[in-house]
């Protein structure tokens, strides 16, 4: 007769056996989450068809350029004070009135701007891998409302100096990622065209801007041309977090992200959980984990992961510098930039102090609005016609920018104001044929 423990212990063997293979069969973490990542992105929301991202996004982008023409208004930006030979002064107008600022003072408050741009718009660019863009760009476009609120609110110089820093940090979000936005969801044989009427919204809102700085400046006060900036921006801004974003290409999910780091910190704690049983430490929950571990390694991970970041970004920069195509492209684009802004900002306050424009304002945007339209839609067909090569390109942009300066240099050193109209005119059509990408 068999023993009772004989005769129990193939059942438990089984057991064993049973629980191993169970355990085995079912899937690990990490195996998940590289299950998720590898499948494909989330689909596209119907309501955000291409051409509505399109509209959305040019009209995102005139509203930042609005502000640019906007400040550089007379109405906006206005005149310092000023006293006659008889001893008799003027309060001035606009911000430089009512802060007395100096010319450097005011041309410190453009530059400002560009400040936060420079400073944000890799850090968008970088965060692109790591978070959703669509979001990024809500919350871009969040701390330029706020910040445009703010300079409409501006006690003192340095605090609407600041504000102008917080303009170009929202919109460097915006700037860094609209494009690429665009360019995937375009037609493959309409990305030249969509991405020139993007661009086309350059010279429109600085054009829309002069105008309207000066009649919201001229008929109320300058600090209602920044909040009704602001309240134009600000449906924008919660679109972005309000409705379901979308996904670059060439960029997983985030969620398969954090499922990924999530189940590297889980495996690496487990892995190390028979060392802990060894030890003989209190263990939390059925896998051995224990709390000293999970959160040691949960920080190890997060310093990582940080680590990574400034890592990826530092290799992504020496990429960037040993292309000499984008290198020159960068300087060439900044004696542009300096160009541009000058003429931009101080244009109106030029036509207005040297040749006595009464309504300098609507000039400078009627000559720049008509000339930008003109200009980027030449420079796109002629580019087309020469056949669009990096080398044509370089023609096209060297030589409209070349005969561009010439003919807006000889425009402000003329003393008739037709002759300056005409020149400055033929100026900007051949600086804005340069618009096109």
């Known amino acids: 007769m068999a023993s009772p423990s004989s005769t129990h212990s193939p059942p438990k063997e089984e057991e064993k056996k049973g629980s191993a293979q169970q355990s085995n069969s079912q899937p690990q973490p990490q195996d998940m989450a590289v299950s998720s990542s590898a499948n494909d992105l989330p689909p596209t929301p119907s309501w955000f068809t291409p051409k509505r991202l399109l509209v959305i996004f040019c009209v995102i982008n005139m509203i930042n350029y609005v502000d640019r023409g906007a400040i550089a208004s007379n109405g906006v930006n206005g005149s310092k ?3 006659d030979d008889k001893g008799i002064c003027s309060s001035g107008s606009g911000i430089q009135g009512e ?3 100096t010319n450097f003072q005011d041309g410190l408050l453009s530059s400002a701007f560009m400040v936060g741009l420079l400073v944000a718009s890799p850090i968008f660019a970088s965060l692109a891998k790591s978070h959703n863009p669509f979001r990024l760009i809500g919350v871009g476009l969040s701390v330029w409302t706020l910040a445009a609120a703010g300079c409409g609110s501006a006690f003192s110089f340095w605090f609407i100096t600041i504000c102008r820093m917080l303009v170009g940090v929202g919109e460097a979000s915006f700037i860094s990622l609209a494009a690429p936005f665009i360019d ?3 037609p493959v044989s309409q990305k030249t065209a969509w991405l020139a009427m993007f661009y086309m919204c350059i010279p429109t809102g600085i054009a829309l801007g002069y105008v309207y700085g000066g009649l919201v400046g001229g008929h109320f006060n300058w600090r209602y041309a920044f909040w009704g900036e602001a309240l134009l921006m600000f449906p924008f801004a919660v679109l972005g977090f309000v409705v379901k974003p979308l996904q670059l290409k060439g960029f997983s999910p985030v969620e398969s992200k954090k499922a990924l780091t999530s189940a590297e910190t889980v495996s690496a704690v487990t892995d190390d959980s028979e060392a802990s049983k060894l030890d003989g430490r209190i263990l939390v929950g059925a896998d051995g984990i224990s709390a000293d571990e999970l959160n040691k390694t949960s920080k190890s991970v997060g310093i990582h ?9 530092a290799k992504d920069m020496k990429v960037l510098l040993a292309d000499k195509v984008y290198v020159i492209n960068v300087f060439g684009y900044i004696a542009y930039t300096f160009v541009i802004g ?4 101080w244009g109106p306050k030029a036509g207005y102090n040297i040749y006595h424009m009464k309504s300098a304002d609507m000039m400078f945007g009627g000559i720049t609005i008509v000339c930008g339209i003109l200009g980027t839609i030449s420079g796109g067909f002629i ?3 020469m056949t669009a090569t990096i080398s044509n390109a370089f023609i096209l942009l060297s030589g409209a920018t070349f005969l561009g300066a010439i003919f807006c240099f000889v425009a402000f050193c003329l ?3 037709y002759g300056f109209i005409v020149l400055f005119a033929v100026g900007e059509l051949l600086v804005f044929a340069t618009q096109v990408k």
């Not at 992961?305 to 970004?313: C, M, Y």
């Not at 000058?342 to 900002?345: E, H, K």
């Open 81 to 83: 004070r000023s006293c």
């Open 99 to 101: 802060f007395d600022l």
């Open 184 to 186: 995937d969801n375009a």
């Open 305 to 313: 992961n940080i680590l990574n970041q400034f890592s990826r970004f």
């Open 342 to 345: 000058a003429y931009s900002y």
């Open 383 to 385: 580019l087309d016609r």
């Open 415 to 417: 003393k008739s104001l």
